[in-house]
T-cell receptor, first 114, second 113 residues
Framework: GAGVSQTPSNKVTEKGKYVELRCDPI?????LYWYRQSLGQGPEFLIY????????DSGLPNDRFFAVRPEGSVSTLKIQRTERGDSAVYLC????????????FGQGTRLTVV | GENVEQHPSTLSVQEGDSAVIKCTYS??????FPWYKQELGKRPQLIID?????GEKKDQRIAVTLNKTAKHFSLHITETQPEDSAVYFC????????????FGAGTRLAVHP
């Protein structure tokens, strides 16, 4: 694909439900990142994958959040027992797996928990 | 951990004027400083970046300066145009084989015709 693709673009869910957000990175990019962007704020780092492994998950806010990248390409961010405070835009980015290489962002998934 | 502060939060200029956005970072180990532009409802897009071995970088109407001693870096946009209106984010990351970007809170730039 031409860029990082995220689905769905919008997701409305009820408090307490489980959601999955998908990211399809740029082909050949070994590094994949998830960020969360709240209204009026900059993106906040959640987790980084190098290949299939989560190399840095220090930004995940609690154990309700989990992400996988089983084949080193597509990644899924999973949120259990959603809370209204989880409402935000979830951005995925990918890059070559070296420090200082450009991170390309997807359009994001706007999650609204009602 | 790293903390990035960005000022101002909003900036309004007349078309043709210059705009300057400033960021400071806390971790002296940071060595990569990108700037992203985000239009309403769209993805952040890299507009320019600078590494710590360089003090200044320019790309047409956009320039970035870095002062490692003071731990601050700035974005300069000259001859602003209405299409420059957007939210601009600075970010910093450290060496370590990947780009864990720590972002500033953003500056909303409005360029008035």
């Amino acid at each position: 694909g031409a860029g990082v693709s995220q689905t769905p673009s919008n997701k409305v869910t009820e408090k307490g439900k489980y959601v999955e957000l998908r990211c399809d990175p740029i082909s050949g990019h070994t590094a994949l990142y998830w960020y969360r962007q709240s209204l009026g704020q900059g993106p906040e780092f959640l987790i980084y994958f190098q290949g299939t492994g989560a190399a840095d998950d220090s930004g995940l806010p609690n154990d309700r959040f989990f992400a996988v990248r089983p084949e080193g390409s597509v990644s899924t961010l999973k949120i259990q027992r959603t809370e209204r405070g989880d409402s935000a835009v979830y951005l995925c980015a990918s890059s070559l797996g070296v420090s200082g290489s450009e991170a390309f962002f997807g359009q994001g998934t706007r999650l609204t928990v009602v | 951990g790293e903390n990035v502060e960005q000022h101002p939060s909003t900036l309004s200029v007349q078309e043709g004027d210059s705009a300057v956005i400033k960021c400071t970072y806390s971790d002296s180990a940071s060595n990569y400083f990108p700037w992203y532009k985000q239009e309403l409802g769209k993805r952040p897009q890299l507009i320019i970046d600078i590494r710590s071995n360089v003090g200044e970088k320019k790309d047409q109407r956009i320039a970035v300066t870095l002062n490692k001693t003071a731990k601050h870096f700035s974005l300069h946009i000259t001859e602003t145009q209405p299409e420059d209106s957007a939210v601009y984010f600075c970010a910093a990351s450290k060496p370590g084989g990947y780009n864990k970007l720590i972002f500033g809170a953003g500056t909303r730039l409005a360029v008035h015709p």
